[in-house]
């Protein structure tokens, strides 16, 4: 019974698109329209290219290991106390990651749905996905291709449903740019949409073959959910015209607030939009709770799974409930910008780097 | 997770008290609402205080299948902003004042003078009223259109609604238009707002009398019908069929295209509509026998002289309710975008007509 | 066949031993029952035949115990018309009395000839009660083992179908048959089950069901079924070549279907009889049919309390109408109403056929109109509560139909907290829960089974 439990294509392209559904619905539109007055295009499509370099870098990483796992193989190259130095930003990378995306949907929840439900209690919908993260890889990957199926059909429709009252003229100017956006933090911040690369590379272990088919399998989940992304952004853009959407907390919400056909059955198509929502955030939590996990166990190998996991759900918990309001949240995702810079390409070039090590060290051995 | 019954009687446990919490927020029972169909905001001078009406359909009871028994309430309230009049109205009901499913919402016209920027901000912030809600101008006495039963036998709020959608009431000339397009042509400085007037109406509630042209968030001007039949076929929101009367006979449009052409030369922004209109012939004139191509030259004739004046109208206020200025968007800078309406009223805008009458019905014209 | 004199003369005795009859007549002492009849000497030694009278076939004895027959022991011996014979000590006669058969000692003879004569009580083959189809083979398995591994054998008329046998019960002796098809099955999963099979303890067994509840209780609690039980040949030999195992045990009619994943629950025998658009409308049917189930009430609480937005004014208006007059919450109604409909389903079951329509009637009819004249519930919540209950008998699996009984409140308690997003979220969990369940080695959340070691 002992296969050897990587992903399959299909796992890495479900996984991806959950993982850029989950974040690129509610904080992102707004970083993103607020960032440039030119084509909004243009810096996503920069940050995509980073994206791909980055996955790039970390794909030759992985395809350096044997069926080990990443961590592992880095701690088995150079000891302890060097993984333990670069991993933590890594770690504290995921738990602020965690924290936001947990915060930012709970607060999303309470402006949409349920104004009096406290946050605290909402909070503590991070147990399922924490339940499900100590699973193990496999769990989450079976949960992650249900969701997928489930959240792919009700995303599309929305967005069908979403082209309605849209104008293309609203949209423009489509190509100019004055690269302002450059210039502006909001852009940096956005970066947390093209993170998914990273964690599927902290979890399960990889081997030459299976590094190259998931940076395949990562550009397509990348072209895949570019017109979930551009949806997101430019639907509300062509509805509501630039300078309202750039008011608006959630654009995309408003838009779908503002749809009304007579043959929907649900009048508050909102109320789906969040619903969908969490499914994909439970899949992308339990990912990051279950690297966080493998991470940890992996520097501290005695320590037992069970209270690692506990431990990180009741960080990450106490810290979302923390938060005094939206601006900290937003503050900490312009805050972050550094630390996700390191996660997405010098982690890797420093893994690169630790795993020649290893091996001439292991050659200079056996001489 | 162990296989005794004690560690799962502990689960249990542990979920009970989850259940307790079941209706401790955001719970009300349906039946302790208070849904509220329309909303009025009214302002009778530009000192005295918003005044909002209220009308909430009651659910007909079960019981007593009767209609006899009125199945509206009204109620209105002075405050300084609207939700400020929700609270105080919040005193005089019995159950909880539940706007998130309000259909319509009609301004006075006079309120509409003195601008709804203040009013109306409410809606998109707190997610209260439904973006989707219809926004009309009233001219007249809104009391009586809230005090009044509908003739029609609608439900209050739905009536309203009603009025509007193509599904049902909804003709091109009523411009349907919805509290977010209010919002964001308020924040739009290159579209501005053509909300529908209406006026009270002697054995109605109220009679559709024009389109109310805004500049910002003022009430300036107003479109006849006429005039915005041609609004809908030039901002392509013209799809039902229409009657266009004429003085000898009546032809319906049933198809119809624009297309719409942009540039910008010195400084001046240039606009040309051309449009192809496919008509059919469903009245004519007994008195005076006219074949087809005098049907035709003199439908052009109208709606030029309709597009002319109301070209004019929008020129001369500067009201780009048109939307033309989203097509400069790329032309502009953004900081010019402010310039729009200044720019607007200098535009040469050139409009043609093609017009093809398809047939003539059953009964050949000559 | 051996001669049966003979082997009676080579039945030794050992002096130090103590003589099988004494040890058979002691340990069937308070059975009334059991009767140790005197039949004859041979060569001046008493010949002694002991059986239970409930189990051994009276006609099959009738050459030894007749009293008509008469003539010489010889003779009577060769009139034995049992399949073999075989010799055995103290141990092996009493588990062979137990299950029916008679042994023929001497009477100071330590071992004793076992004469298989038993005759099982049982029914003859009958239509499937549990699971009806309108096309298809209509025999069903009944409680007898032999019966039952004939009729799979009836349906795969191949040397390559297996069949693996042992006993299971301290108590009850019951014999467990695992079926398989060698060329499809997992071999892991054969001995992984084979392993499992031999380390119960238990003292006795009695359905097929029970059995995978201590086939599986080593692992932690499951709220799922973890394998298709079904009493049709049909299916199993479907199962069969498709590579899983049938477990089967004696004296029960059920076959258990190992492993099986949470799609094999919604797939009836009939699907692969009709035509393939059929099939799948059906399958969309039962899978809607599952949705309604789960998520009506659930919705209905959600969207009359909390998320009164998602739905139009006009409904809102209906239900508030409806609604009028009832005092008590929307949650407590709609459980206090579900709890009833669960009585009446259950009432129903349980009872004769010919009381039950009456109870579903005094239940349904009666009940829901006097209930709603009351003032107690909406009348809304009778055409929920009705749709819900129709569309759990939609569920083609017994056990699966009572999981989701369960759930649908599991579900109402989380719309009754947080509305549309509470009936999300426990979905989420739900899911979540399928995709931890593997059984036997299998996630149970495959939406196929994958067709493996075809080529070998």
Same mark, same amino acid.
């Given at each position: 019974m002992k296969r050897l439990s990587t992903l399959s294509g299909y796992d890495m392209l479900a996984i991806q698109m959950l993982y850029k559904g989950a974040v690129a619905g509610f904080i992102y539109p707004n970083f993103i329209i607020r960032s440039?007055?030119?084509?909004?295009?243009?810096?996503?499509?920069?940050?995509?290219?980073?994206?791909?370099?980055?996955?790039?870098?970390?794909?030759?990483?992985?395809?350096?290991?044997?069926?080990?796992?990443?961590?592992?193989?880095?701690?088995?190259?150079?000891?302890?106390?060097?993984?333990?130095?670069?991993?933590?930003?890594v770690i504290f990378f995921l738990l602020t990651a965690l924290v936001v995306m947990l915060r930012a949907y709970t607060e999303v929840i309470t402006m949409t749905m349920l104004p009096t439900t406290p946050i605290a209690f909402l909070n503590g919908m991070l147990i399922a996905p924490a339940i499900l993260a100590l699973a193990g890889m496999?769990?989450?990957?079976?949960?992650?291709?249900? %969701?997928?199926?489930?959240?792919?059909?009700?995303?599309?429709?929305?967005?069908?449903?979403?082209?309605?009252?849209?104008?293309?003229?609203?949209?423009?100017?489509?190509?100019?740019?004055?690269?302002?956006?450059?210039?502006?933090?909001r852009f940096y911040a956005a970066s947390f949409i093209w993170m998914g690369f990273v964690i599927t590379s902290l979890i399960g272990p990889h081997t030459r073959h299976s590094a190259r088919r998931n940076w395949k399998m990562y550009s397509a989940a990348l072209l895949c959910t570019l017109p979930l992304i551009m949806g997101y952004i430019y639907?509300?853009?062509?509805? %509501?015209?630039?300078?309202?959407?750039?008011?608006?907390?959630?654009?995309?919400?408003?838009?779908?607030?503002?749809?009304?056909?007579?043959?929907?059955?649900?009048?508050?198509?909102?109320?789906? %939009?969040?619903?969908?929502t969490m499914f994909y955030l439970f899949i992308v939590i339990a990912l990051k709770l279950h690297a966080i996990g493998e991470m940890v166990a992996v520097i501290m190998p005695r320590a037992n799974k069970r209270w690692i996991h506990s431990g990180a759900f009741l960080v990450v918990y106490a810290s979302a409930t923390l938060l005094v309001s939206w601006r900290v949240v937003e503050n900490i995702t312009i805050l972050t910008i550094g630390l996700r810079l390191y996660v997405m390409f010098v982690f890797p070039l420093f893994g690169l780097l630790a795993l020649a090590y290893g091996r001439r060290a292991g050659k200079e051995g056996a001489l | 997770m162990s296989t005794s019954g004690y560690g799962r009687a502990m689960m249990l446990l542990l979920c009970l008290p989850i259940v307790f919490v079941a209706g401790c927020w955001d719970s009300k029972d349906i039946d302790n609402r208070l849904m509220l169909g329309v909303m009025g905001l009214e302002k009778r001078s530009v000192d005295s205080p918003l005044n909002v009406w209220f009308r909430f359909p009651l659910p007909k009871g079960a019981q007593d299948g009767t209609t006899s028994k009125q199945d509206f309430f009204t109620t209105s309230q002075y405050g300084q902003t609207v939700s400020d009049a929700m609270n105080k109205v919040r005193y005089k009901l019995p159950k909880a004042l539940d706007p998130s499913s309000t259909r319509a919402i009609l301004l006075d016209e006079s309120l509409a003078k003195t601008g709804v920027d203040p009013y109306l901000e409410f809606a998109i912030r707190e997610r209260s009223v439904p973006l989707d809600?219809?926004?009309?101008?009233?001219?007249?006495?809104?009391?009586?259109?809230?005090?009044?039963?509908?003739?029609?036998?609608?439900?209050?709020?739905?009536?309203?609604?009603? /009025? /509007?959608?193509?599904?049902?009431?909804?003709?091109?000339?009523?411009?349907?238009?919805?509290?977010?397009?209010?919002?964001?042509?308020?924040?739009?400085?290159?579209?501005?707002?053509?909300?529908?007037?209406?006026?009270?109406?002697?054995?109605? *509630?109220?009679?559709?009398?024009?389109?109310?042209?805004?500049?910002?968030?003022?009430?300036?001007?107003?479109?006849?019908?006429?005039? *915005?039949?041609?609004?809908?076929?030039?901002?392509?929101? /013209?799809?039902?069929?229409?009657?266009?009367?004429?003085?000898? *006979?009546?032809?319906?449009?049933?198809?119809?295209?624009?297309r719409v052409s942009t540039s910008f030369k010195d400084g001046k922004p240039i606009i040309r509509l051309d449009t192809s209109l496919v008509t059919t012939l469903i009245d004519s004139s007994r008195y005076r026998r006219q074949n087809a191509s005098e049907v035709v030259a003199e439908f052009e004739a109208d709606l030029n002289a309709h597009a002319k004046s109301m070209f004019e109208k929008t020129q001369r206020l500067g009201a780009d309710v048109f939307g033309f200025g989203d097509r400069f968007r790329s032309r502009l800078q953004p900081s010019e975008y402010e310039k729009w309406p200044e720019m607007f009223k200098h535009a040469e805008i050139s409009y043609s007509f093609r017009v093809d009458l398809r047939n003539t019905g059953l009964e050949f014209l000559d | 066949?051996?001669?049966i004199l003979a082997s009676i003369y080579r039945l030794t005795e050992q002096p130090d031993s103590v003589p099988l009859l004494g040890l058979l007549n002691e340990a069937f002492a308070d059975s009334s029952d059991y009767r140790a009849s005197l039949i004859g000497a041979v060569e001046g030694e008493e010949l002694y035949l002991c059986y239970l009278d409930s189990l051994c076939s009276t006609e099959k004895l009738e050459f030894l115990l007749g009293d008509e027959s008469g003539g010489d022991l010889s003779f009577r011996l060769s009139r034995y018309s049992g399949a073999g014979l075989m010799e055995g000590e103290f141990q092996r006669c009493e588990i062979a009395v137990c299950s029916g058969s008679a042994v023929l000692c001497k009477q100071s003879s330590s071992a004793g000839l076992i004469l298989p004569l038993a005759e099982n009580q049982q029914r003859g083959i009958g239509s499937p009660v549990t699971e009806n189809v309108l096309q298809g083979p209509m025999n069903a398995f009944i409680e007898s083992l032999d019966v039952n591994t004939a009729l799979i054998r009836q349906q795969i008329h191949s040397s390559k179908l297996k069949m693996w046998e042992t006993v299971i019960?301290? @108590?009850?002796?019951?014999?467990? @048959?695992?079926?398989?098809?060698?060329?499809?099955?997992?071999?892991? &999963?054969?001995?992984?089950?084979?392993?499992?099979?031999?380390?119960?303890?238990?003292?006795?067994?009695?359905?097929?069901?029970? !059995?995978?509840?201590?086939?599986?209780?080593?692992?932690?609690?499951?709220?799922? $079924?973890?394998?298709?039980?079904?009493?049709? $040949?049909?299916?199993?030999?479907?199962?069969?070549?498709?590579?899983?195992?049938?477990?089967?045990?004696?004296?029960? $009619? !059920?076959?258990?279907?190992? $492993?099986?994943?949470?799609?094999?629950?919604?797939?009836?025998?009939?699907d692969k009889y009709v035509n393939p658009f059929v099939t799948n409308f059906l399958l969309t049917l039962r899978f809607l049919a599952m949705f309604i189930n789960l998520f009506l009430p659930a919705l209905y609480v959600a969207l009359t309390s909390i998320n009164v937005d998602v739905n139009r004014l006009e409904i809102s208006l209906a239900a508030a109408a409806s609604r009028e007059g009832v005092p008590y919450p929307v949650f407590v109604e709609t459980l206090l109403m579900l709890i009833m409909i669960d009585f009446i389903t259950e009432a129903g &079951?349980?009872?004769?056929?010919?009381?039950?329509?009456?109870?579903?009637?005094?239940?349904?009819?009666?009940?829901?109109?006097?209930?709603?004249?009351?003032?107690?519930?909406?009348?809304?919540?009778?055409?929920?509560?009705?749709?819900?209950?129709?569309?759990? !008998?939609?569920?083609?699996?017994?056990?699966?139909?009572?999981?989701?009984?369960?759930?649908?409140?599991?579900?109402?308690?989380?719309a009754s907290i947080a509305g549309l997003l509470g009936i999300v979220f426990c979905f989420a969990c739900l899911i979540i829960y399928l995709s931890c369940i593997e059984t036997f080695g299998t996630p149970y959340l495959t939406s196929l089974w994958p067709k493996k070691n075809k080529v070998t």
């Open positions: 440039t007055e030119g084509a909004y295009w243009i810096p996503i499509a920069v940050w995509a290219a980073g994206a791909l370099l980055s996955s790039w870098i970390f794909s030759r990483l992985l395809a350096q290991l044997n069926g080990e796992k990443l961590i592992a193989g880095i701690h088995a190259s150079i000891g302890g106390i060097w993984t333990c130095v670069i991993c933590l930003p496999m769990p989450i990957v079976r949960a992650a291709r249900v %969701f997928f199926l489930l959240t792919l059909l009700l995303t599309l429709v929305l967005l069908i449903v979403g082209l309605s009252d849209v104008h293309w003229i609203t949209g423009a100017p489509w190509i100019r740019t004055n690269g302002d956006f450059l210039l502006d933090k639907l509300p853009v062509m509805t %509501f015209g630039r300078e309202l959407s750039k008011r608006l907390t959630f654009p995309f919400i408003s838009k779908m607030d503002s749809i009304s056909h007579y043959w929907i059955l649900f009048e508050n198509l909102t109320a789906i %939009f969040v619903s969908v | 809600a219809v926004v009309a101008v009233i001219r007249g006495n809104m009391e009586r259109i809230f005090t009044h039963a509908n003739p029609t036998g609608e439900l209050t709020g739905i009536y309203t609604k009603l /009025f /509007f959608e193509k599904y049902a009431g909804g003709i091109p000339r009523k411009n349907r238009t919805m509290l977010w397009e209010v919002y964001a042509k308020l924040y739009n400085p290159l579209h501005s707002n053509l909300i529908p007037l209406l006026t009270e109406g002697k054995q109605n *509630s109220y009679v559709l009398a024009g389109n109310a042209i805004f500049v910002k968030d003022k009430l300036v001007g107003e479109l006849n019908l006429d005039e *915005s039949l041609l609004y809908e076929i030039f901002t392509h929101r /013209f799809h039902d069929s229409e009657v266009e009367l004429m003085s000898k *006979s009546d032809i319906r449009i049933v198809h119809n295209h624009t | 066949m051996r001669d019960g301290t @108590a009850s002796h019951t014999r467990v @048959a695992l079926y398989y098809y060698a060329d499809a099955i997992d071999p892991e &999963l054969l001995s992984d089950l084979q392993d499992r099979i031999a380390e119960i303890r238990i003292e006795s067994i009695q359905d097929s069901a029970q !059995f995978l509840r201590i086939l599986m209780s080593r692992k932690r609690f499951h709220l799922f $079924p973890l394998a298709i039980s079904t009493e049709r $040949p049909d299916r199993v030999s479907m199962d069969l070549l498709k590579g899983k195992a049938i477990i089967m045990i004696d004296g029960s $009619p !059920f076959a258990l279907s190992i $492993p099986s994943v949470y799609t094999d629950f919604w797939h009836s025998p009939e &079951l349980r009872l004769p056929k010919t009381v039950s329509s009456t109870v579903t009637m005094v239940g349904g009819v009666v009940l829901g109109q006097a209930i709603i004249q009351a003032n107690i519930v909406s009348n809304l919540l009778i055409i929920v509560v009705a749709a819900t209950a129709i569309t759990n !008998f939609i569920v083609i699996d017994y056990q699966m139909g009572l999981v989701q009984r369960i759930l649908k409140y599991f579900i109402v308690a989380g």
